[in-house]
């Protein structure tokens, strides 16, 4: 099985795609990226039987602070390391291509087996939403 199986109970990905409607081909990725969001937009210690699952609360951090901008991006790598095993050698590096944009984004690279290598970029709103999408190409 390439999807998840949280995918594979429902029928669906994360953004309500039906896994019939998408290449099987493309459901690993698929998988990992709405696994990746909502490990993203959950808030430590909300699943009290999963109590260190997703990120610490991001509602103060700014991005001016270096210390917390590197504290997050750890945040992320950990997290990542720990609840998304198809990922490998995981790298988080903050994104500072666009200095004018009021999001913090990181890019998120890794490799998976069978796979390659891939990259996601990951944006952090001030509103508390975490949006992650696949960045292709470099």
């Known amino acids: 099985m390439k999807c998840g199986l949280f995918?594979?109970?429902?029928?669906?990905?994360?953004?309500?795609?039906?896994?019939a409607d998408v290449p099987e081909s493309d459901h690993r990725l698929r998988s990992i990226l709405g696994n990746l969001g909502r490990l993203f937009n959950t808030r430590r210690g909300t699943l009290a039987h999963v109590p260190e699952f997703g990120?610490?609360?991001?509602?103060?951090?700014?991005?001016?602070?270096?210390?917390?901008v590197e504290s997050v991006r750890r945040a992320i790598?950990?997290?990542?390391?720990?609840?998304?095993?198809?990922l490998r050698r995981v790298r988080v590096d903050r994104d500072v291509s666009d200095p004018s944009s009021p999001y913090l984004v990181f890019l998120l690279s890794a490799e998976i087996e069978l796979f390659g290598k891939v990259q996601f970029q990951t944006t952090i709103r001030a509103d508390d939403l975490v949006e992650v999408r696949q960045k292709r190409g470099r």
């Open 55 to 68: 990120l610490p609360d991001l509602s103060d951090v700014s991005r001016a602070a270096p210390a917390e």
């Open 77 to 86: 790598r950990e997290s990542v390391e720990r609840f998304e095993p198809r």
């Open 7 to 19: 995918d594979a109970l429902t029928g669906r990905f994360a953004d309500g795609t039906r896994l």
